[in-house]
Nanobody
Framework: QVKLVESGGGLVQPGGSQELSCTVT????????MGWYRQAPGKQREMVAT????????YADSVKGRFTISKHNANRNTVYLQMNRSVPEDTAVYYC??????????????WGQGTQVTVSS
């Protein structure tokens, strides 16, 4: 069974920084893509940033230049989202996402439980 475990989040002041982390655990054969999505109240879930196994990244226009997605140097099953110069519009529940091949060699899309990020003074 594959599970995504998120940490980080909470309250941050406008202009402040914080880091989210997500670790994929369980019956993993391969991971081809990991990323972060967010959902604000009354809005649809949207892509924030993705990181492919080849190292290529994709960012939402609203976070380019402020957020950085990266992987842990030693544990390649852990991904981070460094959030800098936060703005109130970044307030949302942030979800980790991963495309994983499990031991049955089936590719499946997995989601974390979500972590609340609130940007407010």
């Amino acid at each position: 069974q594959v599970k995504l475990v998120e940490s980080g989040g909470g309250l941050v002041q406008p202009g402040g920084s914080q880091e989210l982390s997500c670790t994929v655990t369980g019956s993993i054969t391969r991971i081809s893509l990991m990323g972060w999505y967010r959902q604000a109240p009354g809005k649809q879930r949207e892509m924030v940033a993705t990181l492919r196994v080849d190292g290529s990244t994709l960012y939402a226009d609203s976070v380019k230049g402020r957020f950085t997605i990266s992987k842990h140097n030693a544990n390649r099953n852990t991904v981070y989202l460094q959030m800098n110069r936060s703005v109130p519009e970044d307030t949302a529940v942030y979800y980790c996402n991963a495309l994983v091949m499990d031991f049955s060699t089936t590719w499946r899309n997995y989601w974390g439980q979500g972590t609340q990020v609130t940007v407010s003074s």
